[in-house]
């Protein structure tokens, strides 16, 4: 019997490669961790061939920066509601969602076990630099309004939201919902 080929679905180009790979390593990267991560298997469920990713990421830990770095790019985003504590509700509903996503908490699961990993510590920190442009805005904002002093620690007080969300969601395994934000 004659051998009958499927048609073939184009290789993505240019930016929807990127897109795509970007996308693949990060399922891959909830899926097995930074450690166990394989170019190959990014490249299969991108469905491009490994040098395709080589060729943008030269390594697994620039594959990694850039995934993390468009993670935090999508995920941590404020607006301006006109005041601080509408700000900080705001940033802490998309981080709380962000938590309860499956790639929040894959992320979580990999700092937790990987996160000594002196590769993946010196991606986080590369991350860490883009994540603090947050904090200076919206201080910056209410010191503008007058909401409170221009000596205020605004990276303290994201991390401060942000490690009472964390801690109520992964270590007491409790609900953070939107009426237990604004209060």
Known sequence: MPRTSRPRKPAPRGKSVVESVLMAAREELARVGYRALRIEDVATRAGVHKTTIYRRFPEKIDLVRATMQE???????????????????????VITAFFQSVEGQSLVRMMTTE??????RSIVESVRANKEAL???V????????????ATDGELLFKTLVGAI???LFAMEQCVSELNLAK
Do not use: C, M, W, Y
């Open 139 to 150: 201080i910056e904002g209410a010191v503008t309004r007058g909401e409170i002093h221009p």
């Open 166 to 168: 964390h801690h109520r």
């Open 71 to 93: 993670l935090f790019h999508e995920n941590f985003q404020t607006k301006d509601t006109g005041s601080l504590r509408g700000d900080l509700i705001h940033f802490g509903q």
């Open 135 to 137: 904090p200076k805005r």
């Open 115 to 120: 996160g000594t990993d002196p590769e993946l």
